[in-house]
């Protein structure tokens, strides 16, 4: 047995220790760190196994695609005379180069793309509350009177690092004011 093993179980078995005797309030407030950590990561996380996974599927169709290539050069290098079954085989290799390659290309985008601006804003957990500042041309009287009557709309204009730039518009799409939501 190795000396980095027996350090790895010897680690294992302090950690374990220095937890069970910790006391409960202690255990708890690990437990709570924890959970927030996780939390935290649990979206960064699952989108990058989410890109690895596409990207794993990619590259997949590409090694696919690469030796479905190969056999379409063995093909055309050969000395040998041509039969019927190897055409056939020909017209299906070609179409599953044509295929797998297509597919990988596809994957490959979709990893790399960029996100798409959202036109929805969502709360990021219930009872968030969002906040709407308008800037100083805001007619106040006539957004009172819009809420007061059929309500307003709110049309995004630009989504820019985090902030989202609406614009209000009252009935008949009016625009009675422009805000950001914070």
């Given at each position: 047995?190795?000396?980095?093993?027996?350090?790895?179980?010897?680690?294992?078995?302090?950690?374990?220790?220095?937890?069970?005797?910790?006391?409960?309030?202690?255990?708890?407030?690990?437990?709570?760190?924890?959970?927030g950590n996780i939390k935290?990561?649990?979206?960064?996380?699952?989108?990058?196994?989410?890109?690895?996974?596409?990207?794993?599927?990619?590259?997949?169709?590409?090694?696919?695609?690469?030796?479905?290539?190969?056999?379409?050069?063995?093909?055309?290098?050969?000395?040998?005379?041509?039969?019927?079954?190897?055409?056939?085989?020909?017209?299906?290799?070609?179409?599953?180069?044509?295929?797998?390659?297509?597919?990988?290309?596809?994957?490959?985008?979709?990893?790399?793309?960029?996100?798409?601006?959202?036109?929805?804003?969502?709360?990021?957990?219930?009872?968030?509350?969002?906040?709407?500042?308008?800037?100083?041309?805001?007619?106040?009287?006539?957004?009172i009177e819009a809420l007061?009557?059929?309500?307003?709309?709110?049309?995004?204009?630009?989504?820019?690092?985090?902030?989202?730039?609406?614009?209000?518009?009252?009935?008949?799409?009016?625009?009675?004011?422009?805000?950001?939501?914070?």
């Amino acid at each position: 047995m190795e000396w980095d093993s027996v350090a790895s179980i010897a680690a294992i078995c302090a950690l374990a220790w220095s937890y069970g005797s910790a006391g409960e309030e202690r255990r708890a407030l690990f437990r709570s760190w924890v959970s927030g950590n996780i939390k935290k990561a649990k979206p960064s996380v699952s989108i990058a196994l989410a890109k690895l996974g596409l990207l794993a599927v990619a590259i997949g169709a590409g090694l696919v695609a690469w030796g479905s290539g190969q056999e379409v050069y063995e093909f055309k290098v050969s000395l040998e005379p041509i039969t019927r079954g190897e055409i056939l085989r020909l017209l299906a290799v070609v179409f599953n180069t044509f295929s797998y390659s297509i597919a990988s290309l596809v994957f490959v985008i979709s990893v790399f793309k960029f996100p798409s601006q959202t036109k929805a804003i969502h709360a990021r957990r219930p009872g968030e509350i969002l906040k709407l500042k308008f800037d100083q041309s805001c007619q106040s009287d006539d957004l009172i009177e819009a809420l007061k009557h059929d309500g307003v709309t709110l049309r995004v204009v630009s989504i820019k690092r985090g902030k989202v730039q609406v614009a209000v518009e009252g009935p008949a799409g009016v625009t009675i004011s422009e805000g950001v939501i914070a």
